[in-house]
């Protein structure tokens, strides 16, 4: 028997709050599956005004009761103790899957932990950062003009990887040289002044404010969603919520006012260490515990940048090599895969429900880590399947397999790179 948890919202194209497509896909290999809303409906931050409680089980106790519980019920109903546990989330709920592993280490035997929002304050500085530079309200670079950045960043940077094939195996790769895209070489209706290039390439420098390190930016590759992703209504209103109900608790707070200075305000709160960035996972080693952490490269909401560097906080924190850290935390980057699914990558991996590429654990990441714990076979990459049109009945486009950091696809033979074995993860 297994226990199997999955949590809160997320995406802006997810319904928050608990992921029934989640506790469908565990329930199918037998799990018994248990979610939890984190305490509140998901719909607006405003649970948390002047309610502790509230934030704290968002933060992390949630999981820590939600899974107690769930142990519990599982316990009595099957009237037999419970084998393994596993957990399985994205996004908020991969950042609840890392909230297990820094500080309830005994509540699960296996995480998969996708595209975690670690940092919190990082990315919060971020969605306010970008409306500071480019405006509150909309973008004062057009997506047209969005849209020529994206094509420009192919053009200089697709073939890094060896393949010109419209994905970026490593955005980290890639330093976008603006001056193509500069009216005074580039007279189009959707060239850039010197000054709009000076700006839209702040997006793209990691956030540094008096000194202090707030967090990495965005990766290139995926302009046009991105902005798009930080205009909706949804993402808009996560900043001016996260001020008002948790880091001021004023309702009149004005998101016109932002600064970075705010940040520094939800940095030095952290309320409930919602940052959940400790590097120190030993305790989740030593007790046989195991972690497959995966993030999209060409996520539109939480930057990569930040799962590599936490990777590294991990690494430096425990003092270990990457073959030390392979006994038990494995990270994968997915190149071209979105926030939490979707996007021109390989993207069905089972990370979440619905994105079943296969049963074959290497294709499959619920199945791998079950495979890891109980078998002690752990994997070397994880092979994501992209169906024409996202659509399964369509068939397969091309399968890819996804590098284990810090290594990097490589293509190799002479083909268009849609062929799986002509890339090969070599040391970046
Ligand atoms: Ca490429």
Redesign the pocket.
Known sequence: MRVYPSTTSKSADHNPGIQYPELAFGAQYGFASIGTNNGHNGTSGGAFFHQPDVLEDFAGRAILAGTQVGKSITKQFYGADLGRSYYLGCSTGGRQGFRAVQKYPELFDGVVAGAPVLKQWGHAAYFGYVKQVLGLNSSSITPAQWSAVQSEVFRQC??L?G???G???NPDSCTLDWTPLLCKYNDTAVCFTDSQAVTAAKLFEPMIYNGTFLGPSQNHGFEPLMIASLYSPLVSSWVPEIMRYMVYEDLSWDPATFTLQDILKGIEKDNFDLSTFEGNISAFRDRGGKVLHWHGGADQLITMRTSNLYYETVRSALNASVAELDQFYRYFRASGVNHCSGGPGASFMGQIGGTVGGVDPADNLLLSIVQWVELGIAPEYIRGTKFINDTRSLGVQYRRKHCKYPKTNKYTANGD?FDEEGWQCVEP
Do not use: P, Y
């Open positions: 697709d073939d990887d393949a010109k094939d994905i970026l195996e790179g």
